[in-house]
């Protein structure tokens, strides 16, 4: 039978061989794949030769209101008279009757010192002062009969006619009288010195009883019952009085470069941290003519304070007064104080930001608000942001562009400035950065 006649179909070369078939899409790859490539090219040429996006640009509306410029400092609050009670006495301490806090009245009795040595001092100038006295009276009696003598003598001498009693007598007898009278005087200052050093015992045995000096709070006890204290040249402080805490006053330190706008008289608030965005009225009472570096160099020699003024910072101490009625604040707390110096009135008013953009060299760094990148002509730029200078602000348009005004600047508070211009109006949208691209 022939091959041909067979009905069964002969076994292909792939089956044959036992390899398995390709699928179809290897077999078309020679077709499909070059045409893939050629459409991404295609793609990636029309996106590059696309025109970039427009930047997306930080703007800022123009205001016309009143600026108020104001000065800021850092200081610390203290009370407005605040005393130091000493002792003047050598002794023990037998009680100490207040403590940290305690409201006192003037005269009211806050610690006793042991007083057995000058009550021993005290009766010893007693005695000698009755001494004194009964020498006084000695000498006075004495005095009474030799003055009673030399009368006598000069009578019989009158009687005598001059014969009798001998002129030796006489002057014997007169100077007994005028030694009397010697002896009477000094008596008398012998009784003035034991009465003036009993006075000055009995001085020091008041002064063993520690008053308070002024009407306030205390508000530091540096001793304790039992703890000797030694009067010397330099006074113990025993007790811290603040006279008054419902008024207080705020020291703050003045830079040099802000110390020509501050004076007497101007309104201020201040912060402080233990209660966080309230704000506390004060009023500027004073501002020191020299610097603290001045004053605090005049104590050392004058080479280290030429060195010290070059390398520190100048600054004046100011004083505010502080009302505080409700005794919300403490002394020593930190303050921050915000002094307005100057209100410019209604004016146009724009973002310093807004003053040192400048869009080309925007789109060639690609940075702005938040990837700030800042180079030296920028900086300079920024330097010569003055009052009184011309600048210019970009303005966005309805259709995205942007349109350069020129403006005259004023005065600033470090974020707004002050700007006059024929062209600007308010409302319109300034730029103030470009944000940056999305990764």
Same mark, same amino acid.
């Given at each position: 039978?022939?091959? +041909?006649?067979?009905? *069964?179909?002969?076994? !292909?070369?792939?089956?044959?061989?036992? %390899?398995?078939?390709?699928?179809?899409?290897?077999?078309?790859?020679?077709?499909?794949?070059?045409?893939?490539?050629?459409?991404?090219?295609?793609?990636?040429?029309?996106?590059?030769?696309a025109d970039p996006p427009k930047p997306d640009y930080i703007t800022e509306a123009v205001t016309q209101q009143s600026l108020a410029l104001s000065v800021t400092a850092t200081g610390n609050l203290r009370p407005t008279n605040q005393v130091?009670?000493?002792?003047?006495?050598?002794?023990?301490l037998d009680s100490v009757l207040v403590d940290v806090n305690d409201r006192v009245t003037k005269g009211?009795?806050?610690?006793?010192?042991?007083?057995?040595?000058?009550?021993?001092?005290?009766?010893?100038?007693? +005695?000698?002062?009755? *001494?004194?006295?009964? !020498?006084?009276?000695?000498?006075?009696? %004495?005095?009474?009969?030799?003055?009673?003598q030399l009368a006598r003598l000069e009578e019989v001498k009158r009687l005598s006619g001059g014969r009798v009693p001998s002129q030796i007598e006489l002057e014997q007898a007169a100077a007994a009288v005028a030694r009397d009278q010697a002896a009477v005087a000094s008596a008398r200052a012998n009784i003035e010195?034991?009465?003036?050093?009993?006075?000055?015992?009995?001085?020091?045995?008041s002064r063993a009883v520690i008053r308070a000096p002024v009407t306030g709070v205390v508000l530091a006890r540096r001793v304790e019952q039992g703890q000797t204290v030694v009067a010397s040249f330099n006074t113990v402080t025993l007790f811290v009085i603040a006279e008054d805490l419902g008024e207080m006053q705020l020291r703050v330190s003045i830079d040099e470069a802000d110390v020509g706008q501050v004076k007497p008289g101007q309104q201020a608030s201040f912060t402080v941290d233990a209660y966080p965005g309230r704000r506390f009225p004060a009023t500027l009472r004073r501002v020191d003519l020299a610097s603290k570096?001045?004053?605090?160099?005049?104590?050392?020699?004058?080479?280290?304070?030429?060195?010290?003024?070059?390398?520190?910072?100048?600054?004046?101490?100011?004083?505010?007064e502080v009302q505080n009625p409700d005794g919300l604040l403490r002394p020593g707390m930190t303050a921050t104080a915000t002094i307005e110096t100057q209100n410019t009135g209604v004016a146009l008013l724009v973002p310093n930001a807004a003053l040192r953009f400048r869009p080309d060299e925007k789109a060639k760094e690609g940075g702005g608000v938040f990837q700030p990148q800042i180079g030296l002509e920028e900086g300079k730029q920024k330097a010569t942001i003055g009052e009184g200078s011309r600048q210019q602000v970009q303005v966005i348009q309805a259709d995205g562009?942007?349109?350069?005004?020129?403006?005259?600047?004023?005065?600033?508070?470090?974020?707004?400035?002050?700007?006059?211009?024929?062209?600007?109006?308010?409302?319109?949208?300034?730029?103030?950065?470009?944000?940056?691209a999305a990764p």
């Open positions: 039978m022939n091959a +041909a006649d067979n009905p *069964v179909e002969a076994p !292909g070369v792939d089956e044959f061989l036992g %390899t398995k078939p390709r699928p179809r899409w290897r077999r078309w790859m020679k077709y499909w794949l070059p045409g893939l490539v050629i459409v991404l090219l295609v793609l990636g040429i029309a996106r590059c030769s130091e009670v000493g002792a003047e006495v050598t002794g023990p009211q009795v806050i610690a006793v010192i042991n007083t057995e040595i000058i009550d021993q001092q005290i009766a010893q100038s007693r +005695a000698n002062l009755n *001494v004194a006295r009964a !020498g006084l009276a000695q000498a006075q009696a %004495t005095y009474g009969i030799d003055k009673v010195a034991a009465q003036a050093l009993l006075q000055g015992n009995l001085t020091t045995r570096n001045t004053v605090e160099g005049q104590a050392g020699s004058s080479g280290a304070s030429a060195a010290a003024a070059g390398n520190s910072v100048v600054s004046y101490e100011a004083r505010l562009t942007l349109r350069a005004i020129e403006v005259v600047t004023g005065r600033s508070d470090g974020r707004l400035t002050v700007v006059r211009s024929k062209d600007l109006k308010p409302g319109m949208k300034v730029v103030t950065g470009v944000k940056a």
